[in-house]
């Protein structure tokens, strides 16, 4: 059951997709209350309750004992500490021995979620805007919840099969020359590969929708020889375009008045990559139409896939905002600067980026009626993914394309995925990304994935390693790293073919994986999901925060310490551990429920198997469309004969309907006994 209560009048975020009509008495769950604009919703906690959702946020899969911030924020030096990441979603779930219920706050401005952080038996959540939808959502079982969850929001995004391959990619990467280097050493030495990114070093001077003639001189036959090797460039786009006269997208943009605006009717400027930018008014359909139709000569080179970046958006700074740290220091100087003004000197230097005024100092235009960015902040990166998406679907209705963002709002669910962000190349961030991935397919983020080996700071070999055993189950699975960090692709390092060998189970697994996720997805479901969700009356298993479920079957639990030889692995009933080296090398070993140290030296790692849940290895390969997906190893832990669906299509379907692609395949009893691991069916399938 799904409930909607207005406040004042919301703005339109497109995140909803269920028109449902407003209730007229009070909220359930929670005290209501005012503060000026604002509207607060207060609910004691008992000390069992749990709280699952925000998405993209920091810390634990159980969201409790924190504040977090509904607020996209360009934070590339975030820690556990930082209440705004870069995207906002506002669904939150309350799990306990007597409430389960989900709210999801549909509004675009800033929102504090306090979650027994000021008072650990108190959540106190509060909308500045105090103008929002607010939903309460009803269900038996958390699953439930997130389903009914999806039905409101929409189908999330399917991207295409290749995007499921492997995914190279660093800021720096400064020639075609250079791309085509990495490309050979991944395929010489038969690392699998299906994608390079171009970041901003592909354009011309980083302005968007061009590209570097003298290092990348012809996009065309470029994108052409390396899809006949079956990889894919994905360029970078950034939000902002360079105020230069004579810059076609500049030119166009200001003459259909596409850009944000101050309140003086002029164009608001802010400095990112290219330098001082406009800022296109994606809130505008016109503005959606003409910044999408920039992608089409991309488009037409023979890109299909895409990232979409500093979108929240990030402001490096303003003119206003420099004078202003000018004129603090030129009166200091003059005044004679005491300890306390030296504080506020640095203040003022420090928050020149991203400042909360400029985000107050410009409007968008949606139908013609101002609305002021801070009201709306959270949706800028959203509408950009609305407005590419939109793009594509124009340019070829038949076809997936590979989109990913880095800011994002519920609703941008239904139209591209995300990437977690500027990570760094620590232990604690492997962590975080783990425990994100639940709580952003809850969202209805389920193409995701961090970037493999962090992307700040220089990564350390055995760093990298343990990142790819996480990315092998992530949909999406890239390495990227920063300008001037170590090089992080997995041949610069002396234990490179263990970490080939990484890649090669991520595609020997691939038609797997790629089943499970669009089961997921075409059913509403949940490709990452806590274990709690499985085993609500496990306190064991409801308060586990380093394993995540996959897919129908599957656990997945990294190793995320240094020097670890092996972990702890709760286990809340029987299942099959799966210990991968590569693709032909693994043990299989059935455990019984309860609690485990299991060792994992340095390049091995595992995936965990429910009774009766077949997973389905094939031959492998160096790219995703070469596979032979029809031939497999079916390996399951049975006392009888079992069949599993897989989902196959050709990749590319914009609209498949999920029944129309299965194919049942069949682990005979008769594979038991021919075993030689008992209790465990090893099959030799084509199907
Ligand atoms: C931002 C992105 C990062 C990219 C860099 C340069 O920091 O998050 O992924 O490499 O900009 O474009």
Not at 254 to 266: I, L, M, P, T
Not at 347 to 355: L, T
Request: proline share 6%; aromatic share 12%.
């Amino acid at each position: 059951m799904i409930r909607k209560y207005t406040f004042g009048t919301p703005f339109s975020t497109d995140a909803v997709v269920l028109a449902l009509p407003a209730e007229t008495g009070p909220v359930p769950f929670f005290t209501l209350s005012r503060k000026g604009s604002q509207v607060i919703l207060t609910r004691k906690l008992q000390p069992e309750d749990c709280l699952y959702g925000l998405g993209e946020s920091v810390r634990g899969i159980n969201k409790r004992g924190f504040l977090y911030r509904s607020w996209n924020s360009d934070v590339f030096n975030h820690t556990e500490s930082t209440e705004s990441l870069y995207a906002s979603h506002n669904l939150l779930i309350f799990s306990g021995p007597d409430c389960l219920f989900g709210i999801y706050a549909d509004d675009p401005g800033r929102i504090t979620w306090d979650l027994g952080y000021t008072r650990s038996d108190t959540a106190v959540i509060t909308s500045e805007n105090g103008q929002l939808d607010l939903y309460v959502l009803e269900e038996d079982s958390l699953t439930e919840l997130a389903r009914s969850f999806r039905r409101l929001t929409g189908r999330s995004y399917l991207p295409p099969r290749w995007a499921f391959g492997y995914i190279q990619s660093r800021w720096g990467y400064a020639s075609e020359s250079e791309v085509r280097t990495v490309a050979g050493e991944h395929r010489k030495r038969g690392i699998p590969l299906d994608g390079i990114c171009l970041d901003i070093d592909y354009m011309d001077d980083f302005k968007n929708f061009t590209w570097r003639m003298d290092a990348f001189p012809d996009l065309k036959q470029f994108s052409a020889d390396m899809k006949k090797d079956h990889i894919r460039l994905v360029p970078i786009i950034d939000a902002g375009i360079r105020a230069e006269e004579g810059y076609a997208p500049y030119d166009s943009g200001k003459a259909g008045g596409f850009f944000c605006k101050k309140e003086d009717g002029s164009d608001f400027t802010a400095a990112v990559w290219p330098g001082i930018c406009c800022f296109p008014d994606f809130l505008q359909e016109d503005a959606r139409r003409w910044f999408g139709s920039l992608y089409l000569p991309l488009l037409e080179s023979g890109v299909e896939g895409f990232w979409n970046d500093m979108n929240e958006p990030a402001l490096f700074y303003t003119d206003e905002r420099v004078e202003a740290a000018f004129r603090r220091a030129e009166e200091l100087h003059s005044g004679g600067a005491d300890y306390e003004a030296m504080w506020g000197l640095k203040d003022a230097f420090n928050s020149i980026a991203n400042n909360p005024e400029d985000y107050r100092s410009f409007f968008h235009e949606p139908d013609g009626v101002p609305v002021r960015h801070d009201r709306v902040h959270n949706l800028y990166g959203a509408f950009m993914t609305r407005a590419s998406a939109e793009a594509f679907r124009r340019f070829d209705p038949e076809k997936r394309f590979l989109l990913f963002s880095r800011s994002s709002f519920i609703g941008a669910h239904r139209n591209g995925g995300i990437w977690q962000g500027d990570n760094f190349s620590w232990w604690s961030h492997l962590k975080m990304a783990l425990q994100m991935l639940p709580n952003l397919n809850l969202c209805g983020f389920l193409y995701s994935g961090c970037d493999l080996g962090g992307f700040g700071c220089n990564v350390t070999e055995d760093l990298l390693a343990r990142f790819l055993q996480l990315g092998v189950f992530t949909p999406l699975m890239r390495n990227h790293s920063a300008l001037h960090t170590r090089e992080q692709e997995i041949y610069r390092f002396e234990s490179w073919e263990q970490m080939r060998d990484t890649v090669r189970v991520r595609y020997a697994l691939l038609p797997f994986l790629y089943s499970e996720f669009m089961k997921a997805a075409l059913t509403d479901g949940m490709y990452f999901r806590p274990l709690a969700f499985d085993w609500p009356d496990d306190p064991r298993a409801v308060h586990t925060e380093d394993q995540i479920l996959l897919g129908e079957g599957c656990m997945i639990a990294p190793v995320m310490e240094q020097n670890a030889v092996g972990r702890h692995v709760y286990l809340p009933e029987e299942m099959l551990m799966i210990r991968f080296r590569s693709p032909e090398d693994y043990d299989l070993v059935p455990l019984p429920a309860g609690d485990h140290w299991i060792s994992f030296s340095l390049h091995e790692f595992p995936l965990f198997v429910k009774k009766d849940h077949p997973v389905l290895l094939c031959p492998g390969g160096e790219c995703s469309e070469l596979l032979d997906d029809r031939t497999f190893t079916a390996l399951c832990m049975t006392d009888r004969g079992v069949s599993y669906d897989l989902y196959r299509d050709n990749g590319t379907d914009p609209d498949p309907v999920l029944e129309e692609h299965l194919t049942t395949a069949v682990i005979p009893a008769s594979a038991l006994r021919s075993s030689p691991v008992p209790g465990v069916a090893i099959s030799s399938l084509v199907l």
